[in-house]
């Protein structure tokens, strides 16, 4: 069966998305740069969709407000109620019915890639969970080989511990544990500013 990458994302309602980034910018254009980016990061995984389905993994309003994005995605499935660990507890054991190895990714980095995704699922020939860690002690991407049902039990989510606890997790759970490139999430003004910077043309 074909790979499976569920692209987690909610729909860009002002004052529902990006609230650190609305803080500083204000909620319009916090909410006016995540309809951006979630182009942008289903854009970028495009490479891979002659041997992997693209899931989109959506949260906030029914599927018909996400059709903008339709030629990006294979498939629409809502995610359910609950924190982080909830939603992908649910949407990896759904993803894996289907067989073949899973890939979550983010609508927040824009560094990420094709060739990211193409990178973890060769990984996880040999690698029961890989991780894609972001600079500010989370994660950008998961994978998983098969479903492993207590993987996102015990984490510390949206914190500086939350790729560690995970790794100890793994650990706790006897599974082989391996780490992509890492790269940075956009969750402030100095962070979009900062990938504006180095996106710029040399």
């Not at 860690?133 to 984490?155: C, S, W």
């Not at 606890?165 to 402030?188: F, G, K, Y």
């Amino acid at each position: 069966m074909s790979p499976l990458l569920l692209v987690f994302l909610k729909y860009p309602e002002p004052g529902k998305v990006k609230t650190r980034l609305a803080g500083e910018l204000g909620a319009d254009v916090a909410a006016s740069l995540y309809r951006e980016w979630i182009g942008t990061v289903l854009r970028n995984v495009q490479p891979v969709r002659s041997s992997v389905q693209v899931i989109g993994y959506f949260d906030g309003e029914s599927a018909d407000r996400f059709s903008e994005w339709n030629r990006y995605v294979d498939e629409w499935q809502e995610q359910p109620g609950g924190d982080l660990g909830s939603r992908l507890t649910e949407g990896f054991e759904w993803a894996h019915r289907r067989g073949g190895p899973v890939v979550a990714i983010g609508t927040d980095c824009l560094d990420l890639t094709a060739g990211h995704v193409e990178s973890t699922l060769s990984l996880l020939r040999e690698s029961d969970v890989v991780f894609g860690p972001t600079t500010d002690g989370g994660y950008y991407l998961v994978g998983t080989r098969n479903h492993i049902p207590a993987l996102f039990d015990g984490v510390r989510w949206s914190s500086p511990h939350t790729l560690s606890d995970h790794l100890e997790r793994c650990r706790a759970l006897r599974l082989r544990s391996c780490l992509i490139e890492q790269l940075t999430d956009i969750d402030t003004a100095a962070d979009w500013r900062a990938y504006q910077a180095r996106s710029q043309p040399q």
